[in-house]
């Protein structure tokens, strides 16, 4: 079981920048993929980015590479979306997702939610023009 808690949403102009944290209950020994998901009203929720714990390789969607990074800490606990030059299309509710993953390769799983079992509750992030 992994409970992730998410934090760091809030209300910016275009151009803007917001730090979003997902705090994941994984152990020392544990790796995982984790990802960051959007969903707009009425939209398809979007994988926006996504780490593996273990190797440390990192995924993005086209709409977001150059200006959305994701990390993780040192205990590989606290996975981070630094988000800059925010525009008003990228206004949704962010969640924080994990699949607890053994193998040592990592593969781009931002394609669909269903590939993920864990889930945050969400923070909402506005962008204003």
Not at 46 to 67: H, L, N, P
Not at 98 to 127: D, I, M, P
Request: hydrophobic share 30%.
């Amino acid at each position: 079981q992994v409970q992730l808690v998410e934090s760091g949403g809030g209300s910016v102009q275009t151009g803007g920048s917001l730090r979003l944290s997902c705090a994941a209950s994984l152990s020392p020994y544990s790796t995982a993929y984790v990802a960051w998901f959007r969903q707009a009203p009425g939209q398809e929720r979007e994988g926006v980015a996504q780490i593996c714990t273990g190797s440390g390789s990192t995924y993005y969607a086209d709409s977001v590479k150059g200006r959305f990074t994701i990390s993780q800490d040192n205990a590989r606990n606290t996975m981070t979306l630094q988000m800059n030059s925010l525009q008003p299309e990228d206004t949704a509710m962010y969640y924080c997702a994990a699949k607890l993953w053994r193998a040592s390769w990592c593969s781009n799983l931002l394609g669909s939610h269903t590939n993920f079992g864990y889930w945050g509750q969400g923070t909402q992030v506005t962008v204003s023009s």
